[in-house]
């Protein structure tokens, strides 16, 4: 391994482990094992070992389980769809390691179980800074008005039909928390992906262009340059957008989501979808909007959701996502059963556009491949890349890198490091390593 390493850069350890043993057997635990996965189907490794069985005579081929000689269960034990018993496991995710202030938390998406670009919506991830609500829809008003009235002639209250009635879209959109992959700029290598980058999810999302609703207003866009969204949970989040990202029409005002109304923790009954832009400002239980002539510089504009420059300083209003990518499978926390042929698989997104192309290197980004995009390929949704790896049972560094459509690359986290420093919280977009050693296991690792 010290070969490849020292070609491949300084490879940071972790010194310290983000959850307690007993924390990371129960996350282990939790995970799908590789065997119900796709990885090996085509290994050359296994193929003795399949004509070998089929020769003996498997039992669970040759005898007929008890369900297919018995009836099924009624369409009404199961009313609204749950996963099957045998997938419990794959869980939204609380941190251990990050504190609890009232109803303020996060749950982390389970990517290294997903497939596809589409998160479930029980599996979306939370972040709440008041805890969740469940609002009774036919109490629920949204507010239009201006911070002058000469930015605004109509001034108008909605209820949730009303909105329901006007002209809707429906999108597929990523939302990532600006926090994702936080805590490994302080260089705390957390286990699995499902916490390294598990703030982050897909879905489509169905609502009402803000557009709209500000000329149904009578809005001065000359004059009306921001407006102020407002949550109505406990915490009344509040966050300013610039008038030009809701002139562009893709700002909406969101009641679906999946083809289903939202659920509660993602902001039912209303929830502001913002593309490309960190999730804080989706707000959701939205309950608001203002427009106004100039930033509003709200507490989590001010205090929050900024970014530490090596010089001191604080950078505000960085909402946009950068490239990113991750390989979700194998990674962290995983382990390869056996030498021969691996997908490698991942997900990829920019919140400047669509995924150009992803490349991915299994030695630590010495060498690297263009990996297969799956379509479809989405504006500031996630793409998923696969590529073909065959592994020879020595140590690996996997690595994915992505390019959107305006030619941005992905950086190491030494780039990242150079502009940035190392005190930052938020947008850390840097390349993720995954190394694998003799044994198969799999481990997060930081490569600079």
């Known amino acids: 391994m010290g070969n490849l390493l020292e070609q491949a850069g ?6 310290e482990n983000f959850l307690s043993d007993e924390q990371v057997k129960a996350v282990a635990s939790g995970r799908r094992d590789f065997l119900r996965k796709s990885f090996l189907a085509a290994s050359a490794a296994l193929a003795a070992p399949v004509v070998a069985r089929a020769t003996e005579g498997d039992p669970n081929i040759l005898t007929n389980p008890a369900w297919t000689t018995s009836l ?9 769809g749950t996963p099957s018993q045998f997938e419990s496991q794959l869980l939204r995710r609380e941190s251990p390691g990050l504190a609890r202030v009232g109803g303020a938390s996060v749950s982390f998406c389970p990517l290294q179980g997903l497939f596809g670009i589409i998160t479930p919506s029980g599996l979306h991830f939370e ?5 969740w609500v469940d609002i009774d829809p036919s109490k629920h008003r949204f507010m239009v008005n201006g911070s002058d009235d000469s930015l605004i002639k109509r001034p108008k209250v909605y209820t949730l039909d009303e909105l329901m009635r006007m002209p809707s879209v429906s999108r597929i959109h990523f939302v990532e928390c600006g926090a994702n992959s936080g805590v490994e700029w302080a260089n705390v290598a957390v286990p699995t992906v499902q ?3 598990g703030m982050v999810s897909c879905s489509e999302f169905t609502g009402v262009p803000l557009k709209h609703l500000l000329d149904d207003c009578g809005v001065d866009y000359k004059k009306a340059r921001y407006v102020l969204a407002e949550g109505a949970d406990g915490s009344s989040m509040t966050r300013t957008i610039p008038m030009e990202m809701v002139e562009s029409g893709e700002v909406f005002v969101a009641y679906g989501q999946n083809g289903e109304m939202l659920r509660p923790e993602n902001g039912y009954p209303l929830r502001l979808v913002v593309p490309g832009v960190q999730g804080v400002s989706w707000v959701k239980w939205l309950r608001r909007i203002e427009v106004g002539d100039k930033p509003y510089a709200t507490k989590d504009e001010a205090v929050h959701y900024i970014d530490l420059m090596p010089d001191g300083q604080h950078r505000q209003y960085t909402s946009i996502h950068e490239a990113k990518s991750v390989i979700t499978t194998p990674s962290g926390g995983q382990t390869l059963l056996d030498k021969g042929f691996y997908n490698i698989s991942g997900i ?15 030695d630590g980004g010495i060498n690297w491949q263009t990996a297969r995009l799956e379509g479809p390929i989405q504006n500031k949704a996630l793409t998923r890349f696969n590529a073909p790896w065959v592994w020879d049972g020595k140590p690996a560094l996997l690595q994915s890198r992505a390019i959107d459509e305006t030619g941005y690359v992905q950086p190491s986290y030494g780039q990242l490091r150079a502009v940035r420093g190392s005190k930052s919280i938020y947008h850390n977009n840097a390349i993720q390593s995954w190394k694998v050693v003799e044994s198969g296991e799999i481990s997060n690792v930081q490569v600079l």
């Open 10 to 15: 300084r490879l940071r350890p972790a010194p």
């Open 72 to 80: 099924g269960q009624p369409v009404a034990a199961r009313p609204y």
């Open 127 to 131: 972040r709440h800074h008041q805890g």
């Open 195 to 197: 916490y390294t980058h």
């Open 348 to 362: 990829a997104w920019s919140g400047r556009g669509r995924i150009k192309r992803v490349d991915v290197s299994f």
